[in-house]
């Protein structure tokens, strides 16, 4: 029988190369999108995967959809909570709205997605559960308060939740992408994303499906001895110990 995988942001971008290589790894996806329908559909037929529509910063909402996707599907091996915005500025003019929209897509996210699925992995005894943060919620970043804490918060909930569902087959991991090679990388001024690959040991933004390899890798039965870890994935631009 397949594994199940639920993607959340999962029909552009990171999400969407993630939904593709899970995909090609024999899974069934159901990827999870907010407004878009238009990419939704076209992810859904280029890719051969369901798509959902839900608002990750309603728990009723994700409760929800995650019950019409395991009556549909089976019940849910792969969890991978992608699902991000940004809403920059600096603190001093920061909004308690651009605080709080960021906080409860990006972080908030994680527990209404993961708080349904999560009884049913305990009783089958396996589970992946792959968290995306970033290299910002490792270090900081200018004019990014809002979004930095919620990477930064993702990681300390991984570590937390690897401890507590270690001995019930489940793994939960995070993985810090740096830079990445899509549409809104690519939607900045071109000064500031020269001087942003300049500072990048590599030399060169990383690729969506660098990303996907190494959620591929995590979601596998050959990651099972990992549980609680961070991958930083960001071209050498922050070495974390």
Not at 18 to 38: F, H, P, Q
Not at 66 to 83: C, M, Y
Not at 126 to 136: F, L, T, V
Not at 169 to 176: L, Y
């Amino acid at each position: 029988m397949s594994k199940v995988a639920i993607v959340t942001g999962g029909t552009r971008g990171i999400g969407y190369a993630i939904s593709k290589r899970l995909k090609e790894e024999g899974m069934d996806v159901a990827a999870i999108y907010g407004g878009n329908t238009e990419a939704a559909n076209k992810a859904a037929d280029e890719l051969g995967i369901k798509v959902y529509q839900c608002d990750v910063s309603s728990f009723e909402a994700c409760e929800e959809t995650i019950g019409r996707i395991e009556s549909e599907l089976g019940g849910t091996s792969v969890l991978v909570n992608n699902a991000g915005i940004t809403r920059d500025g600096a603190f001093h003019k920061m909004t308690k709205e651009q605080w709080s929209v960021v906080i409860s897509t990006n972080l908030d996210s994680a527990f209404n997605m993961t708080r349904p699925v999560i009884n049913g992995m305990r009783d089958r005894g396996y589970g992946r559960i792959i968290n995306i943060s970033s290299i910002n919620g490792q270090k900081g970043q200018f004019g990014q308060c809002n979004y930095s804490a919620a990477k930064a918060g993702i990681l300390g909930f991984t570590r937390a939740l690897a401890q507590e569902c270690a001995r019930k087959g489940i793994t939960v991991n995070a993985i810090a992408p740096g830079y990445i090679e899509t549409e809104m990388v690519g939607a900045m001024k071109k000064e500031v994303l020269d001087s942003i690959v300049a500072g990048i040991p590599v030399g060169r933004l990383g690729q969506p499906e660098e990303v996907a390899a190494a959620v591929a890798f995590l979601a596998s039965d050959e990651a099972g001895f990992i549980t609680g870890a961070t991958l930083s994935q960001n071209g050498g631009q922050y070495i974390a110990a």
